[in-house]
């Protein structure tokens, strides 16, 4: 069974903070996603690895960075947060590109808010 | 990139009932569709999937409709029960620039109520 953890499921932060998102998967997967999830926006791509050290901007990657310097661990960083990334972050990974790798499993969700 | 459009955006329905929830999609060379589910206060999960060289697919409750021509996919939820109440995503593959498609776009998402 596939097993995406994310570190925290609850994150309070102050404006100006720099936040770390922590993700690990158990399933040797090549790709790992990072997504924010807000009311009537569906779930937006942030990064995307798709190998250690490699990544790829998705579609709203401004005020946010990423690291993976291990297969297993993907990280989400906040350089310095602001009020308007208060949302629900989810991290996801699939196992590869062919034909019926791209399946995607999520973890469980971070709730950041920032005051 | 791809574009994914999901409708409705809120949907009610009474127990035994059937839903159909709607996407379209841009780019014609997408050939794979899936649709997670998310109950509340939980992660998505994937339902059923399916792939361009089907029309159609079934599992048990729920089926996956395709129309290639339209670019268009629809999923249909017979006999709702409460514990179909949940969020539901469409997706389709965005293939970028570097031509590896290994993103998927998803809709906005439908919130789905099976009234008892």
């Known amino acids: 069974d596939v097993k995406v953890t994310q570190s925290s499921r609850y994150l309070v932060k102050r404006t100006g903070e720099k936040v770390f998102l922590e993700c690990v998967q158990d399933m040797d997967h090549e790709n790992m996603f990072w997504y924010r999830q807000d009311p009537g926006l569906g779930l937006r791509l942030i990064y995307f690895?798709?190998?250690?050290?490699?990544?790829e901007k998705g579609d709203i990657p401004e005020g946010y960075s990423v690291s993976r310097e291990k297969k297993e661990r993907f990280s989400l960083i906040l350089e310095s947060a602001s009020t308007n990334q208060t949302s629900m972050y989810l991290c996801?990974?699939?196992?590869?590109?062919?034909?019926?790798?791209?399946?995607?499993?999520f973890g469980a969700g971070t709730r950041l808010s920032v005051l | 990139g791809e574009n994914v459009e999901q409708h409705p955006s809120t949907l009610s329905v009474q127990e035994g009932d059937s839903a159909v929830i709607k996407c379209t999609y841009s780019d014609s060379a997408s050939n794979y569709f899936p649709w997670y589910k998310q109950e509340l206060g939980k992660r998505p999960q994937l339902i059923i999937d399916?792939?361009?060289?089907?029309g159609e697919k079934k599992d048990q409750r729920i089926a996956v409709t395709l129309n290639k021509t339209a670019k268009h996919f629809s999923l249909h939820i017979t006999e709702t029960q409460p514990e179909d109440s949940a969020v539901y995503f469409c997706?389709?593959?965005?293939?970028?620039?570097?031509?590896?498609?290994?993103?998927?776009?998803f809709g906005s998402g439908t919130q789905l109520t099976v009234l008892p």
């Open positions: 997706a389709a593959p965005n293939t970028p620039s570097s031509g590896s498609a290994r993103q998927l776009t």
């Open positions: 690895s798709y190998d250690v050290k490699m990544k």
């Open positions: 399916i792939r361009s060289n089907v």
């Open positions: 996801a990974s699939s196992p590869g590109l062919a034909e019926g790798k791209n399946i995607q499993y």
